[in-house]
């Protein structure tokens, strides 16, 4: 940590490439076909600390698009015939580059999304892990034999690439959403065209560049940047695009898989998401404090896993609200290049504003403000950690996802009542308990609906676990050998004829 803190202190926006130990990882252009491109249109790419330019990214159309989508589509035949192993090989060494630079593509992405550089860190190992993990994978992705019904024949399933795929990625996580789906896809066999997030696109285009010293073959890993609109539908409109792996708003998942109905591909969606924590009396309540800072204050707030209702007995409640307002006054707020800071800059003015109008319609509604509440001082883009007590369910906040540093408290008295609360929502991406009887934490976990139930923990994501929603939080899951599969398709072959000499 030692050496990155001084390359952070370092920085003062017109210098970023003298700081880095690799500046060619900084690239100002897309990656099309194994070959940077740039343009006239750019957009400006900025830090949410102090709105500083950071750089420009082209800003590239529908002709552009089809580009990356013929080169993917050229690529694949020589790319889905490779051996799982040596495509193993190349992911492997894609995921070294990454952990040898990790100082620089951490630093890279708290510059272009503001996360303290401690959360970029853990996001370059985080997102690593899926090439190495999937690339192993891949080595299995085993077919059946199937006990014949017909006399005289062979039945045999195997699993074969989908083809070209595409995959739209949000500012949350900049490089590890391209590498959950990215990873299974060339582990799969297939090739894929990345479109990341306007906000962030330094980072995914840093992945292009080790994926060029990897030894990734040209066109099997694209990164086009530019018109959302206009690249999301030509990735929807192209037959060649056989799949595409979003993650990002339920409301624009919505429009995509409108989109893409045209010529019936396969879909991802990983959505938002509304999480409950519920905190029974029969807890630890240290560890339920600490756990709740976790989920909801992780990434800022502005994680699709952030709890968004925090459920607390009503016979621990204020022991409960004491301690997680003390804990929240303590985290460290700040410019994520900054050392030990807990909390960074929101991603825009539109996450801030959002923060603001649900605290502000909790407040006339009757919640209590317990801390934090408004706008810091830091910047236009900081929002202090808040608690609010006695939130009710007639609050937007109780429905609508925040996606920023605001963690509304509710009481609840039942356990029947409050699972029946819990999944009174369109989504279902996470959600977390905590209670010290196990008999409740298999029963609770059973009836919550969620894709993904964290008891006791707040930490649950890695390589290996199928992380996805359930409801309007998604379709399809990333990760684990499910993620594999659904970069695959499923081949039936039957040999007939067999007892014929
Ligand atoms: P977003 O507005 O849905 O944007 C996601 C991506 O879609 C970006 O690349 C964006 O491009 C693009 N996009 C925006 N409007 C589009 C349109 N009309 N057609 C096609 N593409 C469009 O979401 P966000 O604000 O980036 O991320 C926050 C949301 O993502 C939250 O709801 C969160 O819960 C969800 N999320 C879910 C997961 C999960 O795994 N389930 C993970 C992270 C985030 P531009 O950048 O150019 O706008």
């Not at 529908?62 to 790319?79: R, S, Y």
């Not at 019936?264 to 509304?274: A, D, P, R």
């Amino acid at each position: 940590m030692l050496h990155i803190h001084k390359k952070a202190a370092a920085i003062d926006n017109s210098n970023i490439e003298d700081v880095l130990d690799a500046p060619g990882l900084l690239r100002q252009q897309a990656y099309i076909d194994g070959s940077w491109t740039s343009s006239n249109k750019t957009i400006t790419v900025t830090n949410p600390a102090d709105g500083s330019v950071l750089g420009t990214v082209p800003n590239l159309g529908d002709d552009k698009a089809n580009q990356a989508i013929e080169a993917a589509n050229k690529a694949f035949p020589a790319w889905s015939k490779m051996l799982a192993k040596d495509r193993a090989i190349i992911l492997r060494r894609w995921a070294d580059l990454m952990r040898k630079n990790k100082d620089d593509l951490a630093l890279i992405m708290t510059l272009e999304q503001g996360k303290p550089l401690a959360e970029s860190l853990g996001e370059i190992e985080y997102a690593a892990s899926f090439f190495e993990w999937f690339g192993e994978e891949g080595k299995r992705a085993y077919g059946d034999t199937i006990p014949s019904h017909l006399q005289g024949s062979k039945m045999i399933v195997s699993k074969q690439p989908v083809g070209v795929a595409a995959a739209i990625t949000p500012w949350n996580f900049p490089s590890a959403m391209i590498t959950r789906k990215a990873g299974a896809a060339l582990a799969a066999g297939c090739t894929i065209v990345v479109r990341p997030a306007s906000e962030t696109p330094f980072s995914a285009l840093a992945l292009a560049v080790l994926a060029e010293e990897a030894g990734v073959p040209k066109g099997v890993f694209s990164v086009i940047t530019g018109d959302a609109i206009e690249i999301s539908r030509t990735l929807c409109d192209s037959p060649i695009v056989r799949k595409i792996s979003f993650t990002g708003s339920t409301e624009v998942g919505r429009i995509l898989l409108e989109q893409a109905s045209g010529n019936v591909k396969k879909m991802s969606m990983e959505l938002g998401g509304h999480a409950p924590f519920i905190v029974f009396e029969d807890c630890d309540l240290d560890k339920a404090v600490k756990g709740a800072i976790g989920a909801k204050f992780a990434t800022t707030g502005q994680d699709c896993l952030a709890v968004n209702r925090l459920y607390v007995h009503e016979s621990i409640y204020d022991a409960f609200t004491k301690k997680y307002v003390a804990a929240t006054k303590a985290l460290k707020l700040g410019n994520g290049l900054e050392k030990d800071m807990d909390l960074g800059p929101l991603m825009n003015e539109k996450a801030v504003a959002k923060c603001e109008a649900h605290v502000a319609d909790a407040l006339n509604k009757g919640a209590k403000l317990l801390c934090g509440g408004a706008r810091d001082a830091q910047g236009n883009l900081f929002y202090q950690a808040t608690v609010l007590g006695d939130v009710t369910p007639d609050m937007d906040i109780y429905r609508e996802e925040t996606f920023g540093p605001v963690a509304p408290l509710i009481k609840f008295s039942d356990e029947t009542d409050v699972i029946k609360a819990a999944n009174d929502t369109i989504y279902g991406l996470a959600a977390y308990l905590y209670s010290d009887n196990i008999r409740r934490c298999h029963r609770v976990s059973d009836a919550l609906e969620y894709g993904m139930v964290g008891v006791n923990t707040p930490k649950f994501t890695g390589a290996s676990i199928p992380f996805g929603g359930v409801k309007q939080s998604g379709l399809g899951r990333e990760g684990g050998h499910e993620g594999l599969s659904d970069y695959m398709e499923t081949k039936y072959v039957c040999l007939g004829d067999l007892d014929s000499e």
